[in-house]
């Protein structure tokens, strides 16, 4: 296999910096890596793609000197690199970027750029030497960001801009970023691939882990796909497909669930007019008109901060609108009350499972019933029956395979898709008639999400409504029966998915073709 | 007399100067302790000890420097205990602090019940002489305010710009600002957050030390029980008023000291029909007022408070 990534790195013409060979890492009885070998070349991008717990991570805490192999060894620049050193990697010119960043917010930006790079005891500092040479780095990989601001007043892409400089302000000259753009909005994604090219193009060799497949497909010149530990593909982007990845990564081919076609039932959610008053700095909403029917998926696309968020807020009451009619099943909604919206039937899926979806140290069990816990059915006399907790916890856990936890297990620990699918099992519980889905998919791997999706299809066939915010849309052509999109706060008219497509959608997710943006339309086209 | 005599009298400004100069020593000190991510509530019973310590070693015959010296290396010793507690072990700083200003101030009060038992009033030393700078002391009114105090209080004066340029300017200052912010990032370049955290706090306690001792070998000459008197609990105040910048603790420190001043001369002449407790309030309601326009847009150093330890997220 070796050779044949060095026949790979010599037809790209490209001269290898980094080659692994025969990584093996055990825990215990766990093989996290098993016989890896990888080669990298000069100013070549890899994308390495994986499930999450396939490996990925623990295979470049060992090339970063975090972890140590038990078998393999590393070559940079063809010298060996002394393992379980990350002093050494760094020296040898490889720069990692978390995922988490470790910035101080308090400083400015060439103040957490320079920072451990003199030494500590030395009476000055040559800060002017170091602002030209970041802002040289800046100029020349096309990382602009102004190196005398704080890091507080910095977007999460300038944040991660910083991280960038910091490897590269080492010397790195190979870059490993762990899912960098899972923290970033879709316009940054692509100015943040731009920058990604440039690099390339400036000889810097790249290692991004990923696990969305159409990021992989935009931005890698190869890619790797680990599984469970093994390296399962290694070929050039070109010989790659969506499919074919997929299929890579979960080890058989993914049946992506298919939406059947249902016939609409009774309206449950309609909206008319309705505006609500944002707060300062707040996007506000802006005569929308919504009808919500049984089993039925509404779509609503746009880039997030186009209002989202209030019409999320509206539809769980959190808020209450300002103006316009807004009914649920009949009933006029005036006032701001979750607990009504609960009571009448409307389950929600919010957008940040860790800071609104689950109280993260409370137990799997516990979180199943937050919605329910004062009914009968888990409490008598103001005492919560403990036994029914634990065992509507097991069923839920085994009805919808939640995996890695126990009814106990605390749910902070669980991994993205099994805290989803606790939030999906709570609210599905509760046999909701509408239910609000705010970016359900959001940061999951394949294999979760198509998890997350299928659970959505089957409440809808059971007879609910569903509204279906999302930033994906090959996501909402897939699952919605409508899709709107949302512009600046105003709704534009739904259309049917069969005469939706992909152009028009983004096209009005940039603000053309809404009515009240037609004029741009025809100047843009 | 008049609150306007009072502003035009040189009395007043030197007094002014002179009380702020345990207040800028204890609040740079809380200062360092903070910006590395460490509250320091022993800062009350430091500055005891330090009072203590360096009385005691000039009334036992020492000389008045090697005394601020002793009482600096009480200082960072107990400075050392609490960061053993709140650092090594990741016990709630407040708690530690708290234990470590009963401690000190209950082990000051033994020890100089110990070594006097008989003494029913405190004896005394010779302590600091003002000092007229050369030159710069002739100076009309600046001279005298400025120029014509304890070597102590141009130390403290001294040590703004040289915190502020240790903080700011040396690699060693920003890893100590970056430990208060995101301890991560210092691990992350191989710089051992615990020790500089430790090393931190001991140079911090060190500084309220030497302002305790400034009472008792400068201002006056003997110590008391209860003389600091919540002047640590100010200087805590004070660091979030000076939004943790050496400059403006300097700022709070004169302005805290100024109210001081005019306290004690207002209450001397307006006690007639006001009662003098009001007086006494004043600079406390002053400084409140003060730190509530000050630190709306403080910026806490995101790590205070929050215990390092290796591995975790």
Known sequence: MAQAQASAAAATGAEPVLRLSGITKRFGALVANDAISLGLGRGEILALLGENGAGKTTLMSILFGHYLADEGEIAVFGGALPPGSPKAAIAAGVGMVHQHFTLGENLTVLDNIVLGTEPLWRLKQNRAAALRHVEDLAARFGLQVESRRLVRDLSVGERQRVEILKALYRGARVLILDEPTAVLTPQEVESFFATLKTMAAEGLSIIFISHKLNEVMAIADRVAVLRQGRLVADFPIAEASREGLAEAMVGRAVALPERSRLEPGAPLLRMEGVGLRGAEGKVSLENLDITLCEKEIFGIAGVSGNGQAALAALISGLDAPTAG??????????????????????????????????VGDFTVEENLVLEAYGGDRFSRFGFVKGVALRRNAEEKIAAFDIRGADATTATRSLSGGNMQKVILARVL?????????????????????????????????????????????????QMSDRIAVLYHGRLSAPVPVEEADLRTLGLMMAGHGTAEHSDEGRHAS | MDILE????????????????????????????????????????????????????????????SAVLVAAAFGALFGLLHSGFSVYLGVSQHVTGIGITLLASALSYFAFRMLLPDVTTPPKIDPFQPYPVPGLSELPFLGEVLFTQSPLTYLAFALVPLVAYGLYRTPLGLAVRMVGENPMAVEAQGIDVHRLRTGAVMLGSAFMAVGGAFLTISVFDAFYIGMINGRGWICVALVIFASWRPGKALLGALLFAAFEALQIRVQQSASAFIPYQFFLMMPYVLSILAMIVMSRRAAYPKAL?????????
């Open chain 1, 429 to 477: 519980d509760q046999k909701p008639r509408i239910i609000l889905a705010n970016q359900p998919t959001r940061g999951l791997d394949v294999g979760a999400a198509a998890a997350v999706q299928a659970l959505l299809f089957q409440a809808r066939a059971e007879g609910a409504g569903i509204v279906l915010i999302s930033e994906d849309l090959e996501e909402l052509l």
């Open chain 2, 6 to 65: 009072i502003f035009v009298s040189l009395g007043f400004w030197a007094a002014l100067v002179r009380m702020a100069t345990p207040l800028i020593f204890g609040t740079l000190g809380e200062l360092i302790c903070e910006r590395a991510g460490v509250l320091n509530l022993g800062i009350e019973g430091i500055m005891t000890l330090g009072a203590m310590v360096a009385w005691m070693w000039v009334y036992q015959g020492g000389g008045l420097w």
């Open chain 2, 305 to 313: 408070l929050v215990p390092f330890r290796k591995g975790e997220r």
């Open chain 1, 325 to 358: 009619r807004f009914e649920i099943l009949g009933d006029a909604i005036a006032e701001a009350s979750p607990g009504a919206m609960l009571k009448r039937g409307v389950g929600r899926v919010p957008e940040d499972r860790h800071a609104t979806g689950v």
